[in-house]
């Protein structure tokens, strides 16, 4: 994963030290168009700037390290564990056109080679056929089981299968791919707090997961959709997409000081295998080019 946001970073720096003028305003408006937030943005360089002064740090190194140090609390990360012998369901959700689809099939793949008995996918998206077809074309390629129904059908039993076939089994891991539909947030609301409710009660208590797909590039966003979503169901934590050269990345910061989501997964290719857990140091290093 190489955020080329870091490449505009370093530059900044180019025969400058703490002491040049411009260098902390520059900053902050290259963490601005790195999707970091105007507000979190200005508080991190006050705070930078303030603490360089301090310390007499003027060096491209230095500034950069105590840059991070600021970061590192906005980036907080979630390790989901799968419980054995006990059903669990992760349930994603997200707008369309950010790879909830794939995101399900990367993260059930990841489980499955972790050594997680029973991965099932739960083709929960009934109203776009796309999602599917397309879900069922992940299972078939990765040998992992899916349950789906038919176009138009209840979501909510989508799920309540693949839980009651995951704990017919002696337990496992269901990952549910819901639909996408933000039209307004009043349907949002009513189509997911169902499916939620049915999810809640088929997995064994401490067993469910609500994650957030958000797509990297789309910045700000990205922070909307995250307070909607929460404010809908309550999200346990974010799989990041598309975290590729043509994402900035800043978004997860904001995120993560607004509504004190973590991160769980960070996507960065097509291939099935392109998926991580999060990890701040990482990200905050590739962010900043360190």
């Keep these: 994963m190489k955020l080329s946001f870091a490449e505009k970073i370093k530059g900044l720096f180019s025969g400058r030290s703490a ?24 508080e991190l360089i ?6 360089c ?14 840059l991070k140090e600021a970061l590192l609390p906005c980036a907080k990360a979630q390790r989901l564990e799968v419980q ?4 669990n369901v992760w349930m994603l959700l997200g707008v369309n056109g950010v790879g909830k689809t794939t995101s399900a099939a990367k993260i059930a793949l990841m489980q499955k080679n972790s050594g997680v008995q029973n991965v099932v996918l739960a083709a929960s998206d009934t109203f776009r056929a796309a999602a ?18 038919q176009m138009g059908s209840d979501p909510a039993a989508v799920v309540y299968d693949a839980a009651e076939s995951v704990k017919s089994r002696g337990g496992g891991l269901v990952i549910a791919d819901t639909a996408g539909r933000l039209h307004n947030k009043e349907n949002l609301v009513r189509e997911l707090e169902k499916i939620d409710r049915v999810c809640a009660s088929k997995a064994d208590e401490g067993c469910y997961k609500k ?7 789309t910045g700000q966003n990205a922070l909307r ?25 800043g978004v997860v910061f904001s995120i993560g000081k607004e509504l004190s989501l973590p991160a769980a997964f960070v996507c960065f290719g097509e291939s099935s295998g392109d998926i991580e857990l999060f990890d701040p140091q990482k990200y905050i290093d590739l962010f900043l080019g360190l």
């Design 84 to 87: 054995p012998g006990k059903t």
């Design 46 to 51: 006050d705070q930078l700037e303030a603490s």
């Design 132 to 149: 599917v077809d397309q879900l069922m074309a992940h299972g078939q390629k990765l040998d992992i089981r899916v349950v789906a129904h």
């Design 225 to 249: 959709q995250a307070e909607v979503f929460n404010e809908a169901v309550g999200v346990d934590a974010l799989v990041l997409t598309k975290c590729d050269s043509s994402a900035k990345g």
């Design 211 to 217: 994650l957030l797909v958000l797509d990297a590039t």
């Design 19 to 42: 002491e040049s003028e411009g260098l902390f305003d520059d900053l902050a408006d290259a963490l601005i168009e790195g999707d970091v937030g105007a507000k979190l943005a200005m």
């Design 53 to 66: 002064r301090k310390e007499k740090v003027f060096g491209q190194k230095e500034i950069s390290l105590k």
